[in-house]
């Protein structure tokens, strides 16, 4: 495997100081966020210093009901191929349910959610992995992700289901140390122990990222400065096993510079710590770990290749649908989930969409000022989204027009306005009818 070094996630809003900051061996970015036709300049620059660029996607799926859809596996080959990347990552998530398995119109989480690790799961996940990794022109890894839910009848610890499926499909893992101390607080899960279990000799690069606690929940933000725990949990991964890459993921609420480089030094220092240790404890670690490895291939009860997944398919799609339908549409909690943490997640996954659309349309913000998160929270209870973020803009002021909201015409207005923009395949404003109206009027004022 490449050895990557030190990275940091490159963002348009640091994408200055990342250039301009020492020791940044290579770089991973959103790969949704990218248009491979159209890089950004900083992004070429950094390429052309020989940066590494890894594009981590965000939308594929893999641990959804349905096989990955063709056009978004070809969209992630056609970046890994601009960029020039050795490798490209995703998650084993699932973010949307609903559609043909379930004859239930289709949601979108807008969010990454954990899937059940059961058999059913496992053998779809793995199915969903070796067709990604026929479609992609690099190897991929794929990420464990934070939760704030745990699905009832589980039938695997998160080691073993990470072991199982690199020993079934051979795809590396990408193994985020924040989103093991995330599932620590939220779900009693010993980071040990999945470290433990791990196949490590599959780990293609690490993430480190920070995030806050806030009413004995543990909210993976990507906002917040990386805590001592997230640290400590790098250094026993580093203890066990030299991480061929580490990187430092912020999203928003970016600190200075300086900030950030004091981070990227104090993962460096943990993985150093870890690799001492390593060093000083050689012989009882390798004992340790040789004994170890036996024990989980024993512990795992391995189920045959399914060649024929659609039952499963079926059974998980049920089961997928029903929990995403109580967090964004408010239908009856799925029995065995924790009533509490659903209703937790469901406000997380309706605050993260408020803010998205707020990115993705920045003019609503501004038109309905500060009423705008309100009337969308309000919105969101009841409406999930069915087509990406930038729909479900258009739809939420669908919404709110339908509804004779808000109550000021001139706001009304402005809606009206922006809804009618973008509600054709060629916005409104350079239709050849509209273009032409707009001219005959502005020749009839000056007369």
């Known amino acids: 495997m490449k050895r990557l070094g030190t990275g940091i996630g490159w963002r348009p809003e640091i994408a200055d100081a990342v250039e301009r900051m020492p020791g940044v061996d290579w770089v991973e970015v959103v790969a949704e966020n990218v248009c491979p036709g159209h890089l950004p300049e900083s992004l070429l620059r950094l390429r052309a210093r020989g940066v590494t660029v890894v594009p981590h996607g965000v939308s594929l799926g893999l641990g959804g009901a349905e096989r990955p859809e063709e056009g978004r596996l070809s969209a992630l080959a056609e970046r890994a191929e601009a960029l020039g990347s050795p490798l490209v990552t995703e998650h084993i998530a699932f973010v949307r349910a609903g559609g043909p398995l379930t004859a239930s119109p289709r949601l979108e989480a807008g ?5 059940p690790r059961t058999r059913d799961a496992l053998d779809v996940l793995c199915e969903n992995v070796r067709i990604a990794q026929d479609a992609l022109p690099v190897p991929l890894a794929v990420e464990n992700i934070a939760a704030l839910i745990s699905w009832p009848g589980e039938e695997m610890t998160e080691g073993q289901f990470l072991y199982e499926l690199a020993d079934r499909t051979g795809v590396r893992l990408l193994i985020d140390v924040a989103n093991l101390h995330t599932n620590h607080v939220n779900r009693g899960e010993d980071p040990a122990k999945a470290l433990a279990e791990l196949p490590v000799e599959a780990i293609a690069y690490v993430h480190v990222a920070g995030g806050f606690e806030r009413d004995g929940v543990w909210h993976d933000s990507h906002a917040h400065p ?3 725990p997230v640290l400590d949990i790098l250094t026993d991964l580093a203890s066990r096993v030299l991480p061929p890459g580490v990187l430092l993921e912020r999203d928003e609420n970016f600190p200075e510079a300086a900030e950030l480089e004091r981070e990227l030094g104090e993962i460096r220092e943990a993985v150093e710590l870890g690799a001492i240790r390593k060093a000083v404890e050689s012989g009882r670690t390798a004992a340790a770990g040789a004994q170890a490895g036996v024990g989980v291939s024993a512990g795992l009860d391995l189920a045959p290749r399914v060649e024929d997944t659609d039952p499963a398919r079926q059974r998980l799609a049920l089961a ?3 929990l995403l339908s109580a967090l964004a549409a408010g239908t009856p909690v799925p029995e065995g989930f924790d009533r509490v943490r659903l209703g937790v997640q469901a406000r997380a996954l309706a605050s993260k969409r408020a803010d998205v659309v707020a990115r ?5 913000p501004v038109i309905l000022g500060e009423g705008y998160r309100s009337a969308f929270l309000a919105y969101a209870h009841g409406h999930p989204m069915t087509g990406g973020y930038r729909r479900d803009a258009w739809d939420f002021v669908g919404f709110l027009l339908g509804a004779g909201e808000p109550e000021d015409a ?3 207005r402005e809606l009206r306005e922006w809804w009618l923009e973008r509600s054709g395949p060629v916005p409104r404003s350079r239709r050849p009818g509209v273009r032409l109206a707009r001219a005959t ?3 009839l004022l000056r007369r």
């Open 111 to 115: 969010h990454l959610l954990p899937v």
């Open 320 to 322: 997928q649908t029903a």
């Open 441 to 443: 009027r502005r020749v």
């Open 360 to 364: 993705v349309a920045p003019e609503l």
């Open 410 to 412: 001139r706001v009304r």
């Open 226 to 228: 990386v805590p001592q």
